[in-house]
């Protein structure tokens, strides 16, 4: 009798816990793990307007501006010819990050 409540007992337990995979990484919502693979190459200025050049993880060639906000969350807080500063999102450690060219 003792065996199957334990046993009831551990379903119950795995059931509440989601029954996560204990050898897979925590989902990165945040996608922190990219951002040593991207690169800042520079900017363009063209009156007040300041164009950014980034290389993403996948080497693909991207163009952003301040206030933008990219697919993966991150949003360009600050862009100068000398570095580029974003945001990573709430909760995301670190909250920032920057880039110097």
């Known amino acids: 009798m003792k065996a199957s409540r334990s046993v009831l007992l551990c379903f119950c337990l795995l059931m509440l816990t989601g029954m996560r995979d204990p050898f897979r990484p925590p989902e990165d919502r945040c996608r922190i793990a990219e951002l040593s693979q991207w690169r800042y190459q520079g900017a363009v200025r063209k009156g007040e307007r300041w164009t950014g050049i ?48």
């Open 54 to 101: 980034l290389k993403d993880s996948q080497q693909k060639w991207r163009r952003v501006e301040e206030g933008q906000t990219l697919e993966n969350g991150w949003t360009i807080v600050h862009l100068t010819a000398e570095a580029l500063t974003l945001t990573t999102g709430k909760n995301c450690a670190p909250p920032q990050w920057r880039w110097l060219r």
